[in-house]
Nanobody, 123 residues
């Protein structure tokens, strides 16, 4: 499935953004979806994931409750609400899908990836 991530931009520290992941021409109903991010010079890391039903969610330990993942299967979208943003959250954020997966945040579990959306948090 081809994915599109959107909603990135420039925000001041302490601000909020909401990222969206969609799959034009396809349905995400049976896919677990996760968000990953990659900052310059760093490895890609898992941010948050959600199971196909939305019943299970996973978060990176570093988030400390600042982000929330959700999905609206009727709209065919998965969202990442990011609050209390910090400069260290600056990265390209990618969404990825795993058919029938659990929604965990391990890179190797995901086969389908979107192009990413840049989030820049200024201090």
């Amino acid at each position: 499935v081809q994915l599109q991530a959107s909603g990135g931009g420039l925000v001041q520290a302490g601000g909020s953004l909401r990222l969206s992941c969609s799959a034009p021409g396809a349905t995400l109903d049976n896919y677990a979806v996760a968000w990953f991010r990659q900052a310059p010079g760093k490895e890609r890391e898992g941010v948050s994931g959600i199971s196909s039903s939305g019943g299970h969610t996973y978060y990176g330990d570093f988030l400390q409750g600042r982000f929330t993942i959700s999905r609206d299967n009727s709209a065919n979208k998965v969202y990442l609400q990011m609050n209390s943003l910090k400069p260290e959250d600056t990265a390209v954020y990618y969404c990825a899908a795993d058919l029938g997966g659990a929604g965990t945040i391990y890179v190797d579990e995901y086969d389908d990836w979107g192009r990413g959306t840049l989030v820049t948090v200024s201090s």
